[in-house]
Structures are given as structure tokens and as C-alpha cells.
């Protein structure tokens, strides 16, 4: 377990490094002011990378499901120091949990930030918490489709069939699989990307917009976010693009290879259409109850800010606190659900929230028909049992985890709305929450410090389904 944990974070440092050259790149053509920090820390990641790979390295590895658990957690963990390394070299006025934060925040794909004056910080620095997000979001993508089945958390194993069956003529190999994801992913972001530019963005401000909105990060260029831009046809192509990411991406993988548009035949994307249509009326509504505020511009804002937070990418385009108490009770409500599951979206995921709607409804037909069989299915395909215990399980403990960080970010002295909103934006990833702190309109940046290391934790067990984190903690994962 040793040498596959180091062979592993070789190659994840060795990655790190190369990403790095895209700023440090930047920094070099435009004269920026942190070219140092940069070269020391890919220098640092090649070195560290480069003697764990080479110390470590096999020609193949059995992986045990406990150990499994064990190195994803250390992976992402890993990953998050090293993603702090430059603004720890830039020698910028943050202390050392501001700096983890905003890494674990950035790869997490959650979107909070503990950083102001955004306007005028080196471009280098912005460009690479871009690049965490979007080397995040393919992450998070690989990892909920490769591995989460296999591991059987939350119910995934109801999606095995369409990562790993050998016998599907589109994805015979988890290594062209994977190829496949890269290029959907890809595509995804030369398309908004060049939609950026086209509408209104300078390069600059399109690329970093490309990859945390393609990864439903929510990352921005700009202190006021999104809402820098004041532009209908950039929310309008941001929307969809957070849409984009929220989506399944085996879906996307069938229709580039096989040609097959299946969406509108997945339960859980017209489910997921249908909450955010049904959000954006009720928003829209609430906008319309404010005297002298609707605009029919508000109908998209109702609209992006709802898929905004619905998919966990969190960006802000005004302070929607103030647009009526329904509106920020909807808000609250979505934060938790997320999207689909297979997607760069955190949350609850929107197939476990229609199967338990199933279960329900199974059960109320079983009162009224007692000798009634009504069995169970999910896009046409029997449910087993164990799949829901799983789901069960997994709700419990998702509910249990935002009543527990909750109340410990309450016993570091902040308000009841912060804390609960804080508890819930960072286990389900999705960046902003309520409040005069942590609301659209602010940061994290005056929380406690404490605080803001329960949040790294809980940003980072949100993002890995919470059981494939908590389940380390286990004494009988460290038994031979």
C-alpha cells in the first residue's frame, strides 16, 4: 500500500508541476510579479513527483477496496497542499489555512474564497486557481464514474454498467474511457471558451471563466464575479455550460461516440430540468412580489443564479438575499441537492433524491395495496435492495455531516445562518452561502481560522461522497 500510495502521488506532483507552466508561461510573456513562485514550485512537484514515481514504480499494483478509500482521500488531500504551494511562494499576505483553503476550495471545485481585490492580483495567481478547478472537475468526473462504482458508495453501483462494461462497443477499456471523458471535457471548454470571448470577454477573463464554469467551480477573474459583466448572452452561455457540467458525461460520451442523444430518456436529467424550471418561476415570482425591482433582464438572473447554485459552481451575479424571502428559502433548498450524478457537480445528486421519492411512493402503494409487487426500477432497469440501503445510508449521513460541521462551526463563535449555510455550501460543494459573511456578496476570508479548517475537511468529504472519507477513520481500514 506504501509504494502504490507513492507511486500515485509521483504522478499526481509530477501533474501538478506540468500544470504549473501554463502561469508560469503567462508570467513570463506579460512581465508578471510572481515568475519565482512558479518555477520554485514546479521544481518542488518535478523533484518530490519525480523520486516518489521512480522509488515506487511497478508494472502493476493490486488495489484492495479498503486501500482504495485510503488513497483517494490521501490524493485529494495531497493534492490541495500541493495546489497551495504558489501562493505560499508568492509570499502573499495569507496565512498558511487561507492558503490551503483556497486550494482545497479551488480542487474541490467548491468555489469559495478566501481572497479580496481580485481586480488587482497578478494574473498569474488567478489563472492558477483556474487551472485547480478544471483539473478538479475532470477529477471529480473520473473518480465518480471510474471509481465510485467499484467502491459501491451512495448507491453508484447502480451506474456500474455504464463505466465498466467490457461488453459496451463505446467504452470497452477504462483506459479509452477515459480518453473519451478527456475529449468530451475538452470539448466542452473550447466551446465555451470560444462563446466567451465572441460575447463580450477579453481572452483573459475567457479562459479562467472556461474552466471553472466547464467545471462548476465558480472561480472568477473579478471581485463582483459574474456579475462583473452585466451581460444577458454571457449568463445566458454560462447557464448552459454550468448546465453542461451538471449532466452526466457518460451521456455526452454516447452521443460523440455512438450518436445516440439520450438525455431526455435519463430520470435524473429531466429531473433535474424540471427542479430548475420550477426554482427559476418561484424566483422569478418572488422577484416579481419586490415592488419596483422586475425587469424582464431578472428573468435571466432568475434563471443563471438558479443553475448557479443547483449545479455547485456558485457563481454570484448580484446578492439574491435581497430578492425576497422565497427566493433565498429556494436557494437554501437547492444548495443541497446538486446535480447528476457522473457530472462536475457536488450535492446531494439528483438520482438518490428520485429514488427515495420512488421508495416513498412504493411504500404508500404497499399500504394500500398490502398484497400489491411493485418493483422498483431507475431508466427502465430493476433497483436492487442493497442499492437502496446504500442511498439510505448515505442520505443519514450527508443530513448527519451538515448537523455536525453546523454545530462545530457554531462553537467557533459564528452565527446560526452562517454556520448552517457554511456547513452546507461546503459538503455539497457549491461555494456561496447565506448570510452578511459568506453571502454572495462576501467571503470567507474574516471566519475564524478554526473554521476555516473544519470547512477544508468538510469541502473535501463532500466531494468524495462523504463515505469515502469519513470510512478512513474506521479502525478496521488500518488492520492488516
Same mark, same amino acid.
Given at each position: 500500500m506504501?509504494?502504490?500510495?507513492?507511486?500515485?502521488?509521483?504522478?499526481?506532483?509530477?501533474?501538478?508541476?506540468?500544470?504549473?507552466?501554463?502561469?508560469?508561461?503567462?508570467?513570463?510573456?506579460?512581465?508578471?510579479?510572481?515568475?519565482?513562485?512558479?518555477a520554485i514550485s514546479i521544481l518542488l512537484c518535478l523533484l518530490v513527483g519525480g523520486a516518489l514515481f521512480f522509488a515506487n514504480h511497478r508494472r502493476s499494483y493490486d488495489l484492495l477496496a479498503k486501500q482504495a478509500f485510503l488513497l483517494t482521500s490521501l490524493s485529494w488531500i495531497w493534492m490541495s497542499l500541493l495546489g497551495a504551494l504558489p501562493f505560499f511562494f508568492a509570499k502573499m499576505d495569507m496565512s498558511l489555512v487561507d492558503m490551503i483553503f483556497e486550494s482545497v476550495s479551488g480542487l474541490t471545485t467548491t468555489g469559495s474564497t478566501v481572497l479580496t481585490n481580485l481586480d488587482a492580483m497578478d494574473p498569474g495567481l488567478l489563472l492558477w486557481r483556474s487551472i485547480i478547478q478544471w483539473l478538479g472537475g475532470f477529477g471529480i468526473i473520473a473518480f465518480a464514474i471510474i471509481l465510485l462504482p467499484v467502491l459501491r458508495v451512495g448507491g453508484? /453501483? %447502480?451506474?456500474? #454498467?455504464?463505466?465498466?462494461?467490457? +461488453?459496451?462497443?463505446?467504452?470497452?477499456?477504462?483506459?479509452?474511457?477515459? /480518453? %473519451?471523458?478527456? #475529449?468530451?471535457?475538452?470539448?466542452? +471548454?473550447i466551446l465555451c471558451f470560444g462563446l466567451y470571448a465572441t460575447f463580450g470577454m477579453s481572452l483573459f477573463d475567457a479562459f479562467n471563466h472556461m474552466m471553472t464554469t466547464v467545471s462548476t467551480g465558480g472561480f472568477s477573474t473579478h471581485d463582483d464575479s459574474f456579475g462583473h459583466f452585466d451581460s444577458i448572452p454571457l449568463k445566458i452561455i454560462g447557464a448552459l455550460f454550468m448546465l453542461g457540467g451538471g449532466i452526466p458525461f457518460v451521456l455526452f460520451v454516447k452521443l460523440v461516440v455512438q450518436g445516440q442523444f439520450t438525455f431526455h430518456r435519463d430520470e435524473q436529467v429531466v429531473t433535474l430540468l424540471f427542479i430548475i424550471l420550477y426554482a427559476s418561476i418561484l424566483v422569478t415570482v418572488s422577484l416579481i412580489l419586490l415592488p419596483g425591482t422586475f425587469e424582464k433582464k431578472l428573468i435571466v438572473d432568475a434563471f443563471f443564479n438558479v443553475i448557479s447554485i443547483i449545479t455547485t459552481t456558485g457563481y454570484a451575479d448580484g446578492d439574491y438575499q435581497f430578492w425576497g424571502g422565497l427566493a433565498v428559502a429556494v436557494f437554501f433548498i437547492i444548495t443541497f441537492l446538486g446535480s447528476c450524478s457522473g457530472s462536475t457537480a457536488g450535492g446531494l445528486k439528483i438520482f438518490r433524491i428520485v429514488l427515495m421519492a420512488k421508495v416513498l411512493y412504493q411504500q404508500l402503494r404497499k399500504l394500500i395495496y398490502p398484497r400489491g409487487v411493485f418493483p422498483l426500477r431507475y431508466n427502465e432497469k430493476p433497483v436492487e435492495g442493497k442499492v437502496i440501503n446504500s442511498i439510505m445510508a448515505f442520505f443519514f449521513i450527508y443530513i448527519l455531516s451538515n448537523i455536525v460541521i453546523a454545530m462545530l462551526l457554531a462553537l467557533t463563535g459564528l452565527d446560526f445562518v452562517t454556520s448552517l449555510s457554511g456547513a452546507a455550501t461546503a459538503i455539497a460543494n457549491v461555494g456561496p452561502g447565506l448570510g452578511e459573511i459568506i453571502g454572495p456578496s462576501g467571503n470567507f476570508a474574516s471566519i475564524p481560522d478554526t473554521a476555516k479548517w473544519i470547512l477544508c475537511a468538510a469541502m473535501i468529504a463532500g466531494r468524495l461522497e462523504i463515505l469515502t472519507f469519513v470510512v478512513i477513520f474506521v479502525p478496521a481500514i488500518w488492520r492488516p
Open positions: 506504501i509504494s502504490l500510495s507513492g507511486y500515485t502521488l509521483g504522478i499526481l506532483s509530477i501533474a501538478y508541476g506540468m500544470a504549473m507552466l501554463i502561469p508560469l508561461g503567462y508570467e513570463v510573456i506579460y512581465a508578471g510579479t510572481h515568475f519565482e513562485s512558479f453508484m /453501483q %447502480l451506474f456500474h #454498467s455504464e463505466s465498466s462494461d467490457n +461488453s459496451s462497443k463505446a467504452i470497452p477499456l477504462t483506459g479509452k474511457y477515459l /480518453q %473519451l471523458l478527456v #475529449s468530451v471535457y475538452l470539448i466542452l +471548454s
